[in-house]
C-alpha cells in the first residue's frame, strides 16, 4: 500500500488512466461459473483509439463516499461504483473518492463504455491503494464489476490488450485468453451508434442467449482457425444475420455500405451501431453514407488502438 495514502486529510490523490473503446462483432456467452473471473465470452472484436480518460482522486474520510461524473454529468454510474467498493473494502479504507469519465465513446450504443469506464477506474485507483499492483490484477475487479452488474462479458480482457482480438478462451484477466488479429497499419474505422439495445435486456432473455450460443460456437471456432481481418468481417456477417437483433436502420446502412464497395462492415454487438474498415481516403464516402441514417454527431472516424488500457498520471 502506498505511504502516500497517510497524507493530510484534505489533500487529494490521484491518478488517471486512459481506455480505448472495444467494438465486438461476434460472441458467445460464458456467465454460468458461480467466479465472476471464470465468466465472460469467446468472440472477436477490436479496440480504438477513441475511448475514456478516467481521474480518480482521494481525499481520507470517515466514511465511504462516492461521486461519479461522466462528460461533466454526475451520474449513477453502478458499474465504477461497484468497482470502487470492491477496491477500498479489500484494503479496509475509507475514503471520499470521485471519479471523472471524459469520454468519446456514448453510453450504451455497444462502444465498450461501461468497460472502458470500469477499467479506467481500476487502474487508477488500484494504483492509489498500491503502487505494485499489477494491471491483470486491477482489471480484474473490472471484469467482476462488468459481470456483476450484466453490462458486459468480454470487454475488459480485450481493453487490457488493444488490436484486433479473438478471445480463445472465456474469462476476466488472467484467466481468459486472447490472441491478436494483425491489421494493416493504414485501417481507418468508422463508427455509427444510437442506444438501443440493452445489453443486460439481452444477456438475461433465454431465446436470446441460446440463439446466440447456438451461433456463435460455431464462428468463433472459424476465426480461431483462420484468425483474419476478411475471416472476422464474414463471421461478424453471418453473426448478425443468425441472431436477428439487428434494427432496419443497421440493416439498411450495411446494404448500403456494400453497394458502395464498402463491405468490410457489420453489426456492433450490441447496439443500435455498425462499424465500417475502410482506408483514409473511403472514410469521406462512409461518413456520408452513415449520416443518412444517424446524425453527424453519432458518427466517428477513429482507427484500431495498438495498445490497451494504461495509467497515464499518477
Known sequence: MTDTLNTIDDTPITAQAFVPGHITGVFR????????????????????????????SVIQSESLEITTIYNDEYIDANVTKTVVRRLVEEYERQFKVTVTHKSSLPSGVGFGASGAGALGTALALGHILDSTMSDTHAAEYAHRAEIENRTGLGDVIAQTLGGIEVRIHPGGPGVGKVMNIPDSESLTVVLAGAPGLKTKDILTNPQSRTRINAVGDNLVEQI?????????????????????????RVNAALRDLDDSGLSQSSMVMLGDSVFCFCNEEQ????????????NISQVQVTSISKAGGRLVSW
Open 224 to 248: 480461431i482457425d483462420s484468425p483474419s481481418l476478411d475471416t472476422f468481417i464474414s463471421c461478424s456477417r453471418e453473426f448478425t444475420k443468425a441472431i436477428g437483433l439487428y434494427t432496419e
Open 283 to 294: 472514410s469521406e464516402q462512409a461518413v456520408g453514407i452513415l449520416t443518412k441514417y444517424w
Open 29 to 56: 456467452i460464458f456467465d454460468e461459473k458461480k467466479n465472476p473471473l471464470e465468466c465472460g465470452s469467446t468472440g472477436a472484436g477490436f479496440s480504438v483509439e477513441i475511448g475514456t480518460l478516467t481521474t480518480v
